[in-house]
């Protein structure tokens, strides 16, 4: 069985300007053993509608990933390592954690079109985590509250 998340991505009011919209995306994650099956990610730039897809592929262990864009369509594959995670697969992994303890975990972020190194941080006490890829920025959030998540993605963390 695969748990289903779907979230509303918004924007501040100044972000906004340059980048256009509030975004939706939804994620699905095997039960079992907390890997990510799908992720998906519509939203539109410049007026026109633009999708990253992430496929996780047991059978022959990579992500495929496409980024459909407004003037081209491209392609990436990476290895799945067990250890890569879209956004809101992040989010189930953090929910089924043993929350008696702080924990550290190495992850790589899928993030528009590339994967970036970063470290989970769980404080496990009111569910609270972080997400820091030094790349890409911080993203923290409760996994109690999936409905607040508060991050800079691709800014200074």
């Known amino acids: 069985q695969a748990c ?6 918004k924007t501040s009011a100044v972000f906004s300007l340059f980048i256009g919209a509030d975004m939706t ?22 007026g026109k509608d633009v ?5 996780y592929n047991r059978k022959s262990k990579k992500i495929e ?10 392609e990436k594959t990476f290895p799945m390592d067990g250890k890569t995670y879209d956004l809101l697969s992040v ?12 924990k550290n975990v190495d992850i790589n972020l899928l993030l528009g ?27 923290e959030g409760k996994d109690s509250d999936a409905q607040t998540i508060y991050g800079t993605a691709f800014g200074n963390p």
Request: with cysteine; proline share 5%; charged share 25%.
């Open 113 to 139: 079109e590339d994967r970036y190194p970063g470290v989970l941080t769980y404080e496990g006490k009111d569910g609270a985590f972080s997400v820091i890829v030094p790349a890409g920025g911080k993203i």
């Open 51 to 55: 999708c990253f897809t992430f496929v």
């Open 91 to 102: 989010i189930q992994f953090v929910r089924f954690l043993d929350a008696s303890s702080k």
């Open 65 to 74: 990933s496409t980024f459909k864009g407004v003037k081209d369509t491209s």
């Open 25 to 46: 995306a939804e994620s699905y994650i095997e039960q079992s053993d907390l890997q990510p099956l799908y992720f998906i990610n519509p939203h539109k730039k410049g």
């Open 4 to 9: 289903h998340s779907k979230a509303i991505i």
